[in-house]
C-alpha cells in the first residue's frame, strides 16, 4: 500500500471531500518504496560477435497500479464508523467497469491525471466499519498532462512554424487538431524532424477540416475529403536531444492542435 501525503482526489469530476471523506492511513508508519512507473522489460539476445547482449525489443511491463485508504473526516465532527448508505454511494462512484479520469489534488500534480477504476474493501475493526481500501488499476504505465494546446497562425504561404513537444516519452503523438482554411488550394503540411507531409486537396476558404486520428472530417458536404486526403496525419514528434518540431503549412490557415504529454510519474 503507498502512503499518500495528499488528502483529497477527483474522480469523474467529483472529488472525495465532497462525501466528507478523506486519504488516510490505518496500518502502521514508516517508509515506503514506491514504484515510478513505466516499468520497461528489455529483451535480449547472445551477440555472436562480442560478450554483450543485444536489445532486440522493449516495452512496458505493466499499467500503474496503487492501493490506498479513505475514512470519514474527523474535522466535520462526524462518527467514525461508516454507514452503510456511505459505503453503497461511495461504491457506486468509484467501482465502475470504466477508466475514467483519476487526480491527486495536490500542487505537485495539479496538471497530471491518470484513467483508473477501483476494486474496494471494507477495513473492518470488532466488525464495524471504519473506512475503505481502494485498490486502483489503470490503463496506462505512466500519468498524463491536461491538454496542452498549440496554436499555428498562417497568414503567408509556406509559413514556417516552430514549437516544443511536451512529453517525457520519446516517440510521437497524434494531437487532436482543428484547421480553418482561409485560402482555396491544395493544403500541405510538411513536418520535422520526421519528414512527413500531410496533403489535403481542393480545400475552400472558410472550411474546417478535423482530424482526430485516424478520422478526418470536412464542414462542406461537397468536399469528398475521403479521396483528397494523403492519409498522413500530422503529429508531434520527441526524442531526447531534439524536441523541436517544425511545420511549415503552405496555405494561409489556422490551426490548433490539442494533446496530452505524457507524463513518467507514478502516485
Not at 465532527?77 to 491527486?104: G, H
Not at 480553418?180 to 507531409?197: A, C, F, K, S
Not at 478520422?215 to 531534439?242: A, G, V
Request: with cysteine.
Amino acid at each position: 500500500m503507498i502512503k499518500m501525503k495528499a488528502y483529497d482526489f477527483e474522480y469523474d469530476g467529483i472529488a472525495l471531500h465532497n462525501f466528507g471523506y478523506i486519504i488516510c492511513e490505518f496500518d502502521g508508519n514508516g517508509d515506503n518504496t514506491v514504484s515510478n512507473g513505466s516499468e520497461i522489460t528489455f529483451n535480449t539476445f547472445k551477440s555472436i560477435h562480442n560478450a554483450a547482449d543485444e536489445l532486440s525489443s522493449a516495452e512496458y511491463e505493466n499499467a500503474i497500479e496503487a492501493t490506498f485508504q479513505i475514512c470519514r473526516d474527523d474535522c466535520l465532527n462526524q462518527a467514525p464508523e461508516m454507514p452503510v448508505s456511505d459505503i453503497r454511494e461511495l461504491s457506486k462512484w468509484l467501482n465502475r467497469k470504466k477508466f475514467l479520469k483519476f487526480k491527486i489534488l495536490d500542487e505537485e500534480y495539479k496538471n497530471l491525471y491518470f484513467e483508473a477504476s477501483f476494486n474496494i474493501s471494507r477495513i473492518e475493526i470488532g466488525g464495524v466499519t471504519y473506512g475503505l481500501e481502494l485498490e486502483m488499476v489503470t490503463n496506462r504505465p505512466y500519468a498524463r498532462e491536461e491538454p496542452v494546446a498549440i496554436v499555428l497562425n498562417t497568414t503567408e504561404n509556406n509559413q514556417q512554424h516552430n514549437f516544443v513537444a511536451k512529453s517525457d516519452e520519446e516517440g510521437f503523438i497524434y494531437p487532436n487538431t482543428t484547421i480553418e482554411v482561409l485560402q482555396d488550394g491544395d493544403l500541405t503540411i510538411y513536418t520535422e524532424p520526421e519528414n512527413r507531409t500531410t496533403l489535403i486537396k481542393k480545400c475552400k476558404q472558410g472550411e474546417t477540416l478535423t482530424l482526430h486520428y485516424p478520422i478526418i472530417q470536412s464542414s462542406l458536404d461537397s468536399h469528398k475529403i475521403m479521396d483528397d486526403f494523403n492519409w498522413t496525419f500530422p503529429r508531434i514528434s520527441n526524442s531526447y536531444r531534439n524536441n523541436m518540431n517544425e511545420f511549415t503549412v503552405s496555405l494561409p490557415c489556422n490551426i490548433t492542435m490539442w494533446y496530452s504529454p505524457i507524463a513518467k510519474i507514478s502516485i
